[in-house]
Nanobody
């Protein structure tokens, strides 16, 4: 199982970014995929989940601003992040559970003026 995140960067408050998670090594369409984040001095927290059937869940802190989606043909999950705030600054990780937890290497998102 391999998960590779991309799309992070620096953006001003109110801006947008789209993160991607490219997956391989398992039957992607059969599994839930999660985005987590860990901000400076904070614990890792669950941001959003897209289930194998396509339903989604979000942390209260990102509802209405972030959208998670998946493209099973491309084995890729996306996290569209709009109206970004400084509190969204974190390393964002892609995660799935295939007999055990697997994590990507993370991608840094910095929101600052």
């Amino acid at each position: 199982v391999q998960l590779v995140e991309s799309g992070g960067g620096s953006v001003q408050p109110g801006g947008s970014l789209r993160l991607s998670c490219a997956a391989s090594g398992f039957f992607f369409s059969y599994y839930d995929i999660n985005w987590y984040r860990q901000g400076p001095g904070k614990q890792r927290e669950l941001v959003a989940t897209v289930r194998f059937g396509g339903s989604t869940n979000y942390a209260d802190s990102v509802k209405g601003r972030f959208t998670i989606s998946r493209d099973n043909a491309k084995n890729t999950v996306y996290l569209q992040m709009n109206s970004l705030k400084p509190d969204d600054t974190a390393v964002y990780y892609c995660n799935t559970y295939v007999r055990r937890d697997y994590w990507g290497q993370g991608t840094q998102v910095t929101v600052s003026s």
